[in-house]
């Protein structure tokens, strides 16, 4: 038979539930071997002594990541029907070649690089990702923090779906690409060799990404490879050491729902109070970085009104 790689057959919506036990649980396989190297970096943390670790943000880590486990198993297959809806309409349908893994990863990072980006340039979708970024300490527990409703994002994803991947090889990938994520979240690797720097997105990479320095701030969105950053201008390289956390960090650490919706609290907060349509829309659209300013120069303001009255 000759080989061919589009023009495979639709998915018969009433296959659905073979189809989803033919799709590995590869998070929940690797789950164990997560937890196990958590341990060992915090039990070598304890014996050097070292402030990697803050018991009330591990805590909240651990709960966020349990919450978003089981917030992913719950949409699991309802975002499987609109992935083969997806693909029953397209005539470039590819068949199930797990070579097609290679391109579709490639392709998936390259848009997972732009929702990252969006994610930090409008509150909105800052909102389904800040929580990744309110821990004031870096290591393993904070590839846990994912956000509860980060699955809004899939539509930043649809262009991928439109190609013609098959919806096992799309939900691998996606699977593939969280676990990635996982060992850059340390203190514990610092430089690579150069090549693997230039790349992919490395700890050290990644620990700028985190950092609350101007300098260091919407910096290296790249989630596997870091070229994207430097094609895109957004690259920057760990220089100077990162402090942790957001400009304006959480007081309630281990309360996950307080971590996952802080920020869509303040927002609905300040659409409230703000005046003017174009006012709120720009709590809600606006530049997280730009908001902040702004709070900041309205507070300053309303205190010199207050001395002035005094």
Same mark, same amino acid.
């Given at each position: ?13 009433? $296959? ?7 799709? !590995? ?5 690797? @789950?164990?071997?997560?937890?196990? *190297? ?5 039990? @070598? ?15 909240? $880590? ?7 486990l089981v917030v992913s198993a719950a949409l699991k297959l309802g ?7 997806v693909y029953n309409l397209l005539p470039w349908r590819m068949e199930l070649q797990?070579?097609?893994? @290679? ?8 848009? $997972?690089?732009?929702?990252?980006? &969006? ?45 013609? *991947? ?11 690409? &969280?676990?990635?994520?996982?060992? &850059? ?7 690579? !060799? ?37 094609? *895109? ?8 050491? @990162? ?7 959480? !007081? ?8 996952? *919706? ?12 703000? %005046?003017?349509? %174009? ?8 530049? !997280? &970085? ?21």
């Amino acid at each position: 038979m000759p080989f061919s790689l589009f023009g495979a057959d639709k998915i018969p919506f009433d $296959s659905i539930h073979n189809l989803e036990k033919n799709i !590995p649980n590869i998070i929940v396989w690797a @789950v164990p071997v997560m937890l196990l *190297f958590t341990a060992i970096e915090m039990a @070598v943390t304890y014996y050097q002594e070292r402030d990697f670790y803050e018991k009330k943000e591990t805590i909240g $880590s651990i709960l966020v990541g349990l919450g978003n486990l089981v917030v992913s198993a719950a949409l699991k297959l309802g975002l499987l029907y609109l992935c083969i809806w997806v693909y029953n309409l397209l005539p470039w349908r590819m068949e199930l070649q797990w070579w097609t893994l @290679v391109p579709c990863y490639i392709i998936y990072d390259f848009f $997972s690089y732009w929702a990252h980006r &969006v994610s930090h340039e409008q509150r909105f979708w800052w909102a389904t990702h800040v929580v990744h970024h309110s821990s004031e300490h870096y290591n393993l527990t904070v590839s846990y923090r994912l956000s509860w409703i980060q699955h809004l994002k899939i539509i930043f994803f649809l262009p991928v779906a439109f190609m013609g *991947f098959h919806p096992v090889i799309f939900f691998v990938t996606n699977q593939l690409a &969280v676990l990635f994520q996982f060992w &850059v979240h340390t203190e514990y690797i610092r430089r690579m !060799p150069a090549w693997v720097e230039y790349i992919f997105a490395t700890p050290s990479n990644h620990r700028v990404h985190h950092g609350s320095q101007e300098k260091y701030i919407d910096k290296n969105f790249g989630a596997t490879f870091i070229f994207w950053d430097r094609i *895109f201008g957004t690259f920057q390289p760990e220089e100077e050491p @990162v402090i942790y956390g957001i400009t304006t960090n959480i !007081p309630n650490k281990a309360n996950p729902f307080f971590i996952n *919706f802080h920020e869509l609290t303040d927002m609905v907060n300040d659409v409230r109070n703000a %005046r003017g349509f %174009r006012k709120k829309l720009f709590y809600i659209f606006g530049s !997280p &970085v730009k908001i902040a300013e702004e709070k900041k120069r309205l507070t300053e303001q309303e205190l010199a009104e207050e001395r002035m009255a005094a």
